[in-house]
């Protein structure tokens, strides 16, 4: 079963399997995982290794490798999948067409994801509403006019679920009937926080809750910061309505920019505790967010699919940014083109590439093929 | 009398009582009288002058020139200056050496001053705060706090006593015991807003009222905007507190931009109007304030001047701008420099080149002679 990282990870049933038993690994994260997949090929070869070739591999230490070669002995991988066929969840790798497609792009996509309720298409249109959980009032409105105004345009809302702001932009796009998303940083069996299950279970029904820990992972502080990368890796962009100096929103948004999404922030009063990160940011160059308008405005020519294009223009013949119209210059309908090859025609950071292509292919100017290649649409 | 605008306005009796007769024509601003001022060389000359020698300079239409022909008879400019001693009012011309250093720097400076209280040369480290009439309780508070902040580190807050953020600025620079300059939009002998009296004489004990308008000259709307350029052009930014959209203090603001002055906005609550303006200034690139600190350090090296400097590193070592090293280069401390060669041999803008001067005289580092040439200090 040796192959690509992808391929070796598909959904046949023992694939899967191991993939789960390794998932649940203590001390295996993202990083390290896709590093023993590249080296032995297959889940199953990597259970099968031996202690000393495990840490022939950069950063496997003796604990990890005593972890890994016991794990197929003590970790119930089927138990798993009965408990989220139990409580109907599902499993998606990162092999599958489930697999929401801007996580393909961020630098360390999890290889498997946890999904209640369901993840569609359309969610590539997501934009992420997060901030303090100790917010203030005026943030809590803020994030809930926001939410519903963007979700009324067909965004996706992802959060975090935390109390406060995040809470808040979860129940602002419910109220506008729009999709909301949930990214928890511990197991859905086991969700953080408690006693925001009456929420939990009206996200599900209209969106997802996704976690990538297994299903009863408890929400260990240093899940949050690895939680924070899938929300911004979800979306294109990051709002920040409210947050304090040291937060964890600010963590979101460092992802958002290494990620090549966009940040935005919203001020508030000087006085107030919970806007000095938001005011920090904007010194740092985010967009200041008063309305939706700023949002779309940034977004630039995806907003063009948002707001009705006149019938003589032909759609995307206006408003392409360099960056677009440079990728678009390298592709044809005919040949398709792996991101390496369209980065090294285009010059363009890989950043840059994976971000302008995603806005492409929600306009529906680029098509993405098997592989990971490249069209035009 | 022929010579260039400085000598001509030079105080003698006579030139200044026909300047002064010139600063009430009606219809007659800064721009017109310049021009005249170089045409004929001497305000005597210009009073002197046939209609249709007057009408030949651009702008001078048929009811000015019947205006600039009759003032003599009509204007009674040794009232005014009698008027001006009753009031304690000094009347300042542009070749005074009493004259704002700052002012001389923009492009229109008054040719007049009338000045209740006093203008210290140390009032050239000034910082503007203004805003909105109908401000809200937390943008006065801000107004207040920052003011008191900058005046206990030596900065002189100019405003123009209006009602709202203007006079919570200057009562924040007089709470803290420090100097503060009320610009106003109409006569000093007519000061408006009514009802601000007391304010006004707090503001004239600790530091001036100034005004280019004639002592009795009403508060017409369009005085504003002109009263406007005076507020920056006296001081090295404008700090604007709050704005709605369509707001005086946004005026403000431009002119500190064409004057090369720093534009600073105070962010608020995102559904206050109040904040519509200062958002909007940040989007287009003014520096967010939230403390004192982001004042000073926009600053940069004018920074250090407020801050002490170990003692054994040489003042102005370090910490200087590309700018103010290009002109320091080019100056030496025998050979007199005007600021059209230091342009030429600098490369830099007009604007830049005398915002640097301008900070670089308040370090001195560089030294202002007669006739606007500089040396190394």
Redesign the interface.
Known sequence: MKGSGDKSVQGTAAGLEDLLTLNMVEGLGVTLLSRLLERFGSPEAILAASRRELEEVEGVGSALSRNISKARKQIDARAQMKSAEKFAVKIITAASDDYPKPLRRIFDPPLVLYVKGEYKEEDALAMAIVGSRRASY?GK??AERLAGSLAKMGFTIVSGMAWGIDSAAHRGALAAGGRTIAVLGSGLANPYPKGNEKLLAEIVENGAAISEFPLNFPPRPENFPRRNRLISGLCLGVVVVEAAERSGSLITARWAMEQGREVFA??????STT??GT?RL??DGA?????VE?VIEELGPLAEVLTPVPQEEKPGARGLKPEEEKILEVLSPSEPKSIEDIIAETGLTAQAASSVLMVLELRKLVKQLAGKRFVKA
Request: proline fraction near 10%; glycine fraction near 4%.
């Open positions: 005026y409105n803020q919203v001020p508030g009063p000087i006085d806007s000095r005011h904007i010194k967009k200041l967010v008063e309305r700023d």
